[in-house]
Structures are given as structure tokens and as C-alpha cells.
């Protein structure tokens, strides 16, 4: 082991005039180590042993001197985990894991430390561990491994690219030192440390790190009316400068500034201007030394304010909003939220629904709130006509693109409280905040559910945050490139504590200011468990009903499993791989009954908890995806492409979970094969043509969603997790074709539902053992739904047996 005890290895701001330096090993000499600026203008003092608490929380060990190792976390941290009703405890290279029968002994306990916090710990001697090194995570009775903190000093990743902590013994709180700036705040500047020491002096930068993430203020931020004076308030923790520049119009070049005060926070800062600024335009400019790695001020940048309420453009400028001057809005008081079991989502994007609907409008509001309004105010409308009770939009958040012309998806937001400039009317007015509004409120009065589809794993460019403090709101690689996780270019860092409270505060800002109903986080994993936890007690202290949908993977990793803990739904990537595939004749029975029971064996603790979906917004569309025809061009589909589609409405419709459609799939939308279409407006947009062309197949899904909604329905709409035996599988020696009982155990009543289907080109007899043959109602085919009854005699019941034709499929009730 290389390196000696006076060997900086990291050194971090903590907060305003505070730091903690960490050495390579252990001091163990008389009297401090000999640490000292490398650079003018900071100068120390009261060099200090860091206390075995703070080390513990942010390194999850610490070491007395005895040689006890104490394992440390902080429940606060994890409110996912319930440290009492599903003890965690320490899991290592040193005890298999947590697998070696000795899991009792390493339960964490709660101590109360002196500022009162708890600490839950567990004290094991040094030779428990059997080594000086080793690698650990912590880990509930019910298996749920808790994510190391990201700012941990002391995270490594194993050989399958997973993350923990490390321990060495030769690093106890004794290699930790916290110590104080004599004059200024110190981390707004650029300061090394280093040691007197020749053989040791390396100067080590001091950047933001353990608790500086923990710097908040709770203030209201943005500009705020108070008092008969607009105050505008920003959160920028290194700055040296901070002002507010108002300007007449959205395109003026030059504006009026005013210089903010730092607080005493020494975090946030503050201008108050005379009178009621409400309809003004502003910008942000933020101010500071850049240290090449962690800041990237740009004194002479305009900044949209990221607690700006509405924008008149992508980039700005904000607008002020006096919300008390917002009119008075009462909900529709027919409208309740369906219940998450009730749910049948349509996912669309708010232009590919208007572009070629079927009405007059003017073009100003074809592209935008007003246009979707009107569409769904229409009589016959296809989204009423569909069926589907909650409509989940496409982001409608402000995004980056430049004109009102361009064409995106709205993955790459610039601010998280203002609708979207492109979709309104008069944005420079603000309109946009009423015309969402009525938007959302036209979609109550027809009974359906606004979810709108959220993206805080990153941001849009530029990214306004960055100029405000890069590593608080990002995380960063070590040559200062911020990390992309999500593919996009950045990652948010959820983990600070003013992220996720600008994350609560604009879905909540959606929720009371424009009464939606739910949110689909994307690329949810970069969040973390942690912070969706946070999230969810949020949002459900405000709307108790909220939908809250993760989808739970990401370039980094996948938490679908960890959801349970959680309130949320996730979208069921294996769901939407499977049934194309099963589709194909490539699947089995076995794979058919775990997806149609909502995967309830492993993934989901509760019925609707797995979104069901073989089509989104993402990839290719459902027809190309699986036609016949090549280079995936379901333009024009063939035969079986249309049999496997109705096949799939089926399995969608009678699977346990949430079913989810893609605009347009019922009338086999076609994107010519393409497959990643974000900035294609044309291609995107719904071509309502098809929706006469392939007519049969559209009521085709409106009626297996009737059947749903249905009180028959009810037998897959499940509140509470069935038994084991609520469903029954009865599988094809052979071939993956296969029929499946629902309410097999009758544990909801008499009433009994028996799905067939068989994916093949050849038709199948399914064999029905031990099957009661009396009183069963054909209800579908392939081709038909009825309630009153089919009559084609595939159901031999003397022979209990089921006989499907090729690519076929079908349904039977028993009352």
C-alpha cells in the first residue's frame, strides 16, 4: 500500500468557511498534521480532528480507538427503508455478502448522537473482518441494497461494475481533518491544500463534497410578489456575483441590472425591487472564479431562472408571475382520478395528436394547448372514441428548441415550473400557463386523467444550472466533463438537497397550479430510489391520488425490482420484449403467464404496478417492429401482421397490470421503419387516414378497452396482490400456445375469465385438465368482440378442450 500518513487525498468544501481534508493513512504522530494553503488568498485555521460521526454518515464506517469498526448509516437517507419493521444490516467481502447464516450479527441498532440525529450502527472487532480491506453495502431483511452515498470519499466499483464502499483499516477518523477559513467563505474561490512536509507537498484542489451537497435554503426562490415589492431570489452557494437584469421585451439586447445581496446563509441571494413586476421579462447573471474542473461561471451569460414560473422563450427570459393575479379556477367536480387499477393509458405527444386532426383550426393553434383542447372538445374525437381513461402527454415542460418551428419530443428541458413557449398562443403574455390549464381541465370533463411524462435525470442546452454551481447540480467527471448517464450529455445530481427540492416544488407547482394527475419520471434509476421515495411522500401530501410511473432503467443501471417499496409503477421493459417475441412463436408459456399475471411472481409487490406496453414514444412502432415486410416498413402490413396485433390487444387487455397504448397503434401507425424519431414532426404525426383504412382493428381495441372497464374486467383490475393460485396456466406440450384461468381459486366470487391463444402458424388443441366445462360464454376471436356471445364451438367442453386456429386467439366468461 502506497502513500504516507501526510499524503492529501481529498480535501472538500463542506459549507461556507468550513472544509475536511481526508489523508492517505492514519495521523499517528504528535500534534496536527502539517496542512496548509497552496494558494494565496485562504488562510486556516482551527485544524481539528473531524468528528467519528460525520465520517460515519458519509463514509459508512468509522474506527475507535480500541480497533473496533462501527458500520454507519443514516435512515434519513433511505426512506424507502423502514430501519425498524425491515432491519438492515451490513453485507461484505467478509461475510459472503450477507449469505453466510450470520446475518443476525450484523444487524444495524439506532444511537442518538449529540446533535440528535440518529446513527443507526453496528460495532464489530477489526478481526471479525478477517482483512484490512474489504468491500460492503448495506442491505434490508427483505433484500433491498441500499445505493452508497455518491459523494462518498471511499467508493469503488467490483468487477460487475457495481458500487461500494471500501473499507481500510488503515483509514479511521483518524486520516479525516475538518478546519476553518480565516476570512471569506473560501469555496468561492479556487484553493489548493498541501503539506509542508517535501516528501508529501502535492497540491490537492478543494471541491465540493460530503455535506456541501446538504446546503439548502428554504426560502422562496425565483421572483416572488411580497409585500407591494417583486423580490427575486436565487440559490447559487460559490458565486461572487449575482444580478437581475430586466428587460422591456423578450428580444431586447440590453436591460436594466440590479445586484443581488448575499444572505447571511452566505448561500443564497436577494434583490427586492418597488412594486409588482408581474408580466416583466428577466434574466439571471451569476458570477464566479471557475476552478477548471467543478464551476463553469460565465459572468457575461444570460441565465433563464430555473424557478422561473413561465418564459417567453427557451432560453429566456423568465417571466414574473403574480399567482395571485392567476385566475380563480375550481376543479371539475365530476372528475375523480381512476383509481391505478382502473387505468388505460394513451400515450401521445401534444402535436403528433393535432397536427392532421380531423377540425378547422388555425394554425397558431394546430401545434399547441389550444389545438389539443379543441381536439378533445370535439365530439367523436379519437382519443373519447378510443376509450381510454388517462391520456399521458409527452413532456411539457419549456425545452431547448429554438423556434417555435422546430419539431421535438421535449426530452431536453431548460425549466421545470413554465408549459412550454411553443405550445401557446401568445407566450410573450404567458398564455401558456391558461391554456394548459384549460387543456387539462377539457380532458377532466371527459373523464380522463392528465399524466404528463417529467425528465429531471437531465437538462436541455444550455444547461442553465451549470452556470449557477456545475457540480451541485451535476455530477462531474474528474476532468470536469459532466457525466452522462443519461445519454444526453448530463446527469442531474438528484442527491443535493436544492434539486430535489426544485424537482418537488415544480411537480407540485403542476399539481395545484394546473390540477394534473400524475407524473412518468423518466429514465427514473438516475434519480435514485431515494429521491423518488422523497418525491412520493411530496406529491402524495398534496394529491393524495397522484399516479406516479418510474421508467426505472438508465445507462447505469435498472431498479424496477427496488420499486416495491415505493408508490411507484414502472414500465415493464421485459413485458414489452417478451410478448413481440412470444408474438413470433420464439417465447413459451411459462414467460406468457408471468407477464400476464403482472409479473407478480418477482418484479411487482402490488397488481398495477407493472405498466404493460409493447409501444412508446421510444424505438419503433408496434407494426414495424413485428411485420413481415421488410426493412421494417409497416406501412402497409400484411395479413399476420394485423392477426398478431389483435393478438396483442388481447394479451395487453387481459394481463394483470396497467395496460399502456401508443397513439395510434390501434390503427397500426407506421413510422416507414424509422426508429428514432425525435425531431420528425411529419412522420410522427398521426395520419387519421389509417384510422378509416384499418377501421376493423381500431374497434377492435375499443372493444377489448370496453371489456376492460367492464365489471367482467374487474377480475384483472386487482387491488390487493391474488394468491398464487388465483391464476391458472394450462400450457401445450411442445408449442408455447396456451389458455390461462383468472379467478381460477374463485377467491373474487363465482365469476371466472379463460384466455387462449396460440402464436403460431398451425392451429392447437389446448388441453383443459380437470376443468369444469358448464356454463362458459365465448365473448372474442380474433376478428370480434361480443358480450352476448360467439358462437364457434372452439371450446369442447365434454372433451375439455380448447381448439385455436392459427395466429388465434379468444376469451370465455363463466358467471
Known amino acids: 500500500m502506497s502513500g504516507t500518513p501526510t499524503e492529501i487525498t481529498h480535501a472538500y468544501w463542506l459549507a461556507p468557511g468550513l472544509g475536511c481534508v481526508f489523508l492517505h493513512k492514519d495521523w499517528s504522530e504528535e500534534g496536527l498534521p502539517p496542512i496548509v494553503p497552496a494558494s494565496n ?14 465520517i460515519g454518515r458519509f463514509c459508512g464506517y468509522y474506527q475507535r480507538g480500541d480497533g473496533t469498526v462501527v458500520f454507519c448509516q443514516e435512515a434519513e437517507r433511505h426512506p424507502q427503508t423502514d430501519f425498524e419493521c425491515t432491519p438492515v444490516r451490513v453485507a461484505g467481502s467478509f461475510n459472503d455478502w450477507g449469505r453466510d447464516g450470520t446475518e443476525d450479527d450484523w444487524i444495524l441498532e439506532p444511537r442518538e448522537t449529540e446533535d440528535g440525529r440518529l446513527l443507526w450502527e453496528r460495532a464489530v472487532p477489526l478481526e471479525r473482518l478477517g482483512e484490512e480491506e474489504a468491500q460492503y453495502r448495506f442491505v434490508s431483511s427483505e433484500w433491498h441494497w441500499l445505493r452508497p452515498l455518491d459523494c462518498a470519499p471511499n467508493l469503488v466499483c467490483d468487477d460487475a461494475g457495481i458500487t461500494n464502499y471500501h473499507f481500510n483499516a488503515r483509514r479511521s477518523q483518524d486520516h479525516a481533518f475538518f478546519f476553518n477559513v480565516d476570512g471569506g467563505r473560501g469555496m468561492d474561490g479556487k484553493h489548493y491544500l498541501t503539506c509542508r512536509r517535501p516528501q508529501d507537498h502535492r497540491d490537492v484542489l478543494i471541491v465540493p463534497g460530503l455535506s456541501f451537497y446538504d446546503l439548502s435554503t428554504d426560502l422562496p426562490l425565483g421572483a416572488r410578489i411580497e409585500r407591494k415589492k417583486t423580490v427575486f431570489r436565487v440559490f447559487a452557494p460559490r458565486a461572487r456575483k449575482v444580478w437581475i437584469e430586466l428587460v422591456g421585451t423578450p428580444d431586447a439586447k440590453t436591460g436594466k441590472r440590479h445586484s443581488m445581496s448575499l444572505l447571511d446563509d452566505q448561500l443564497t441571494w436577494e434583490v427586492r425591487l418597488w412594486g409588482n413586476h408581474h408580466g416583466g421579462y428577466y434574466y439571471l447573471i451569476v458570477e464566479g472564479e471557475n476552478d477548471g474542473i ?24 423568465g417571466i414574473v408571475v403574480d399567482t395571485g393575479r392567476l385566475p380563480r379556477r375550481e376543479p371539475v367536480a365530476s372528475f375523480h382520478p381512476p383509481h391505478p387499477r382502473d387505468l388505460v393509458i394513451l400515450e401521445g405527444h401534444v402535436r403528433d395528436l ?19 383542447q379543441k381536439w378533445l372538445e370535439t365530439d367523436g374525437n379519437y ?37 412550454c413557449c411553443h405550445y401557446a398562443g401568445d407566450p410573450a403574455k404567458a398564455s401558456q400557463i391558461e391554456e394548459f390549464r384549460d387543456l387539462v381541465a377539457a ?16 437538462v436541455g442546452e444550455p444547461p442553465f444550472l451549470a452556470f449557477i454551481d456545475k457540480q451541485y447540480y451535476f455530477h462531474v467527471e474528474d476532468d470536469g466533463e459532466l457525466t452522462n448517464w443519461s445519454g444526453t450529455g448530463n446527469t442531474l445530481r438528484a442527491e443535493s438537497a436544492m434539486s ?88 413459451d408459456a411459462g414467460g406468457l403467464s408471468y407477464f400476464m399475471k403482472g409479473c407478480l411472481d418477482h418484479l411487482s409487490a402490488w397488481p398495477s404496478q407493472s405498466i404493460n406496453y409493447v409501444e412508446s414514444h421510444d424505438d419503433r412502432c408496434w407494426i414495424d417492429k413485428i411485420t413481415e415486410n421488410p426493412e421494417h416498413n409497416g406501412s402497409d402490413p400484411t395479413e399476420a401482421d394485423i392477426h398478431r396485433t389483435h393478438l396483442l390487444v388481447a394479451i395487453l387487455m387481459c394481463s394483470i397490470g396497467t395496460p399502456m397504448l401508443s397513439a395510434g397503434q390501434d390503427f397500426l401507425r407506421s413510422k416507414g421503419g424509422r426508429n428514432n424519431t425525435y425531431l420528425e414532426g411529419e412522420v410522427n404525426a398521426l395520419d387519421y387516414g389509417r384510422l378509416e383504412r384499418f377501421a376493423a382493428s381500431h374497434s377492435y381495441f375499443k372493444q377489448w378497452i370496453a371489456f376492460r372497464n367492464s365489471d367482467w374486467g374487474a377480475l384483472l383490475r386487482l387491488s390487493d396482490r391474488p394468491s398464487d393460485n388465483y391464476v391458472r396456466l394450462f400450457p401445450v406440450d411442445g408449442v408455447s400456445a396456451a389458455a390461462l384461468m383468472f379467478n381460477a381459486d374463485r377467491s373474487r366470487g363465482n365469476a371466472q375469465l379463460l384466455f387462449g391463444i396460440n402464436p403460431h402458424p398451425d392451429p392447437v388443441t389446448v388441453p383443459l385438465n380437470d376443468f369444469e366445462p358448464d356454463r362458459w360464454l365465448e365473448v372474442a376471436g380474433r376478428e ?23 395466429l388465434d386467439c379468444g376469451l370465455w366468461m363463466r358467471e
Open 784 to 806: 370480434s368482440f361480443n358480450f352476448h356471445g360467439l358462437r364457434n364451438g372452439r371450446l369442447k367442453k365434454g372433451e375439455c378442450r380448447l381448439e385455436l386456429g392459427p
Open 294 to 317: 467543478t464551476t463553469a461561471f460565465e459572468g457575461d451569460r444570460r441565465l433563464l431562472d430555473p424557478w422561473a414560473l413561465a418564459t417567453a422563450g427557451p432560453y429566456g427570459p
Open 41 to 54: 488568498g485562504l488562510r486556516l485555521k482551527n485544524l481539528r480532528p473531524a468528528p467519528e460521526d460525520f
Open 354 to 372: 393535432t397536427a392532421h386532426a380531423p377540425i378547422a383550426l388555425p394554425d397558431e393553434q394546430r401545434d399547441g394547448f389550444r389545438g389539443l
Open 383 to 419: 382519443v373519447q372514441e378510443l376509450g381510454v381513461n388517462a391520456l399521458e402527454l409527452q413532456p411539457v415542460h419549456q425545452f431547448d428548441s429554438a423556434t417555435r418551428e422546430e419539431y421535438h419530443w421535449g426530452y431536453m428541458a431548460t425549466n421545470f415550473f413554465s408549459p
Open 500 to 587: 430535489r427540492r426544485l424537482i418537488i416544488e415544480s411537480l407540485i407547482h403542476f399539481i395545484e397550479t394546473y390540477d394534473v394527475d400524475g407524473f412518468r419520471f423518466d429514465l427514473a434509476e438516475l434519480l435514485s430510489l431515494e429521491a423518488l421515495k422523497e418525491i412520493e411522500d411530496a406529491l402524495k401530501s398534496v394529491k393524495e391520488t397522484i399516479i406516479l410511473i418510474a421508467e426505472p432503467w438508465s445507462f447505469r443501471g435498472n431498479i424496477a425490482w427496488e420499486l416495491r417499496n415505493t408508490g411507484f409503477s414502472f414500465w415493464n421493459d421485459g413485458f414489452r420484449e417478451f410478448v413481440p417475441s412470444y408474438l413470433r412463436g420464439e417465447g
Open 443 to 458: 380532458c377532466h370533463r371527459m373523464g380522463l386523467a392528465v399524466i404528463i411524462d417529467v425528465v429531471y435525470n437531465h
